[in-house]
């Protein structure tokens, strides 16, 4: 059964300052998934990962893949208050027959403070 | 615009009624899913389906129905046998093929009272 573990599952920082949210999974996959979400809201996807070595960034977010090590990395930089959310990362394997299927973390509830 | 479209937004349920949210995607997407979010916690996958008139049991079925009559619908049913399903629900579709992404509808917020 595939596991996906995220941490810290909170996180307060202030702003202007760099944090790293880690995503580790239990069984062999490349693709991988970063989403956010806001209060009340659906998901926003922020980054597909889709190799060993992969990262992207969008503005102060930047993710990266380590498959050998079933590793992804959410990295903050200089964070601000807009980033205050919910972020998720999940994992993308086949289902049965040909449908593949996400395994999430349990979300790491992250709040920039003044 | 194509997207995923759930109703309703909000939902109330009495104990021992079935009740029926509904995902329609206009993206021609092959597959669908269904996941179920608890306060506090990730998403969980309770049905995914291929191909019209096919579909597996995700990790947290039981207590759940569904159909996949046409590419475009993918109803979920909540019954009697699902003993606490307040929740906030999620429909997602997907494109065929190893590097598209998903696409999740905006959700229905299920409360029993």
């Known amino acids: 059964e595939l596991k996906v573990e995220q941490n810290p599952l909170f996180l307060s920082m202030q702003e202007g300052k760099n944090y790293t949210i880690y995503c580790n999974y239990s069984?062999?996959?490349?693709?991988l998934y970063w989403y956010r979400q806001d209060p009340g809201k659906s998901l926003e996807s922020l980054f597909v990962?889709?190799?060993?070595?992969a990262v992207k960034q969008e503005g102060r977010l930047m993710a990266s893949l380590d498959t050998k090590a079933r590793l992804s990395t959410l990295h903050i930089t200089a964070a601000v208050h807009d980033l205050s959310a919910t972020y998720f990362c999940?994992?993308?394997?086949?289902?049965?027959?040909?449908?593949?299927?996400?395994?999430f973390g349990t979300g790491t509830r992250l709040q920039v403070t003044l | 615009d194509g997207g995923i479209t759930q109703s309703p937004k909000y939902l109330f349920r009495k104990e021992g009624q079935n009740v029926t949210l509904s995902c329609e995607q206009n993206?021609?997407?092959?597959?669908m899913y269904w996941y179920r979010q608890d306060p506090g916690q990730g998403l969980r996958l309770i049905y995914y389906?291929?191909?019209?008139?096919?579909?597996q049991k995700g990790d947290i079925a039981e207590g759940y129905s569904v159909s996949r009559e046409k590419k475009e619908s993918f109803p979920l049913t909540v019954t009697s046998a699902q003993k606490n399903p307040t929740a906030f629900y999620l429909c997602?579709?997907?494109?065929?093929?190893?590097?598209?992404?998903?696409?999740f509808g905006s959700g229905t917020r299920l409360t029993v009272v």
């Open positions: 997602a579709s997907k494109e065929g093929g190893r590097n598209y992404g998903y696409t």
């Open positions: 069984t062999t996959s490349d693709r």
């Open positions: 990962l889709l190799s060993n070595g």
């Open positions: 999940a994992v993308d394997r086949m289902g049965t027959g040909t449908a593949s299927k996400l395994t």
């Open positions: 993206l021609n997407h092959d597959a």
């Open positions: 389906s291929q191909i019209v008139n096919d579909f």
